[in-house]
């Protein structure tokens, strides 16, 4: 037992359990949502992005900014610490879907929807930084059924050079942003 406790100790202290701790998935009707990071940690006067991942059950759908003939966008509401500001939705481009004559900008399977959080200069904190999201949305398969999740992400304040698993995926994400709205 000594030895468990000398080895946790010196887990915390050498850093360890400074990685970010992401919460578990958020599973609702139809729908697993989950918030993730680029990096491994937070660095004031930094810009970081975190993607809020929506994971749809098979031909299940939920919509772009712009949804079309019908449905809602995602919406996303962020408590942050004072000194982090969430800039807006950065979307990737839509599917289109046809259904009984109406056109609709959805998305099937999974999408990451990026923000980029801004940290002031002087932002400082005394334990994990504490990002949380609250997140609506419509999902659609022959029927319609509002969703929401509360997503929670806890990243340790320091260097945010080194990158995390979800790296990859943000990444492939910004090469598939939407550049123009239809209309």
């Known amino acids: 037992m000594k030895h468990i406790f000398i080895l946790l100790t010196s887990l915390y202290v050498f850093g360890a359990f400074s990685l970010p701790v992401f919460a578990q998935a958020v599973k609702t009707d139809h729908v697993t949502a989950e918030l993730g990071s680029e990096f491994l940690s937070i660095s004031p006067n930094q810009t970081h992005t975190v993607a809020v991942r929506l994971e749809m059950d098979d031909h299940w759908h939920s919509y772009w900014a712009n949804p079309g003939d019908s449905g809602l966008p995602t919406q996303i509401q962020w408590t942050l610490p004072k000194g982090i500001t969430a800039g807006p939705i950065q979307w990737p481009a839509p599917q289109w879907i046809n259904y009984f004559d109406m056109v609709s900008y959805a998305y099937e399977g999974e999408v990451l929807l990026l923000v980029d959080l801004k940290v002031s200069d002087g932002f400082q904190s005394t334990g994990p930084v504490e990002l949380s999201a609250n997140v609506d949305f419509l999902v659609c398969k022959e029927a319609c059924i509002p969703g929401s999740a509360d ?28 550049h123009t709205m239809p209309e």
Do not use: N, V
């Not at 260097?159 to 790296?167: G, I, P």
């Open 151 to 178: 997503l929670r992400l806890s990243l340790p304040l320091g260097d945010s050079a080194e990158q995390s698993l979800w790296k990859p995926k943000i990444e492939a994400t910004r090469k598939e942003l939407a």
